[in-house]
């Protein structure tokens, strides 16, 4: 129940700010909030998956929880290329950064699923 909750909580946050920072430009305005914005979908994607295998009956392993991980960080910039998301002409250092911050929420996130005990 608490990887539940906590995924749901940070995708309602992360839903929020992305909707948001669209809605009003603000990715563009602070180009920071991009960053921001990956570190928590990764920190949320290793708490979903996470609940997932619970949710199985399976004791979640870091190994996959990193590799699914890595799988929705890929999909996520594959899907901002599919979409005509407009690109900066540092696009590999951008994409790099992304994917970095990506993987350190989900290391926060893989930190979060040590301590609970479901």
């Known amino acids: 129940m608490q990887l539940f909750f906590l995924q749901t909580v940070f995708l309602v946050l992360l839903a929020t700010l992305h909707l948001t920072a669209l809605h009003f430009a603000l990715y563009w305005h602070y ?5 921001v914005a990956h ?3 990764g920190l949320w994607a290793v708490l979903f998956v996470a609940w997932i295998a619970v949710s199985l009956g399976k ?4 190994l996959g929880l990193i ?3 890595s799988l929705i960080a890929l999909g996520w910039e ?3 290329l ?3 998301v407009p690109r900066e002409a540092n696009f590999a250092l951008d994409t790099s950064i992304d ?3 990506d993987m350190l929420g989900g290391v926060v996130g893989l930190v979060v699923v040590g301590f609970l005990d479901e």
């Open 78 to 80: 594959v899907f901002e």
């Open 67 to 69: 590799a699914m991980l």
């Open 39 to 41: 570190f928590l979908g």
């Open 31 to 35: 180009v920071w909030l991009d960053t």
């Open 82 to 84: 599919w979409a005509g």
């Open 59 to 62: 004791k979640p392993h870091i």
């Open 99 to 101: 994917l970095l911050m």
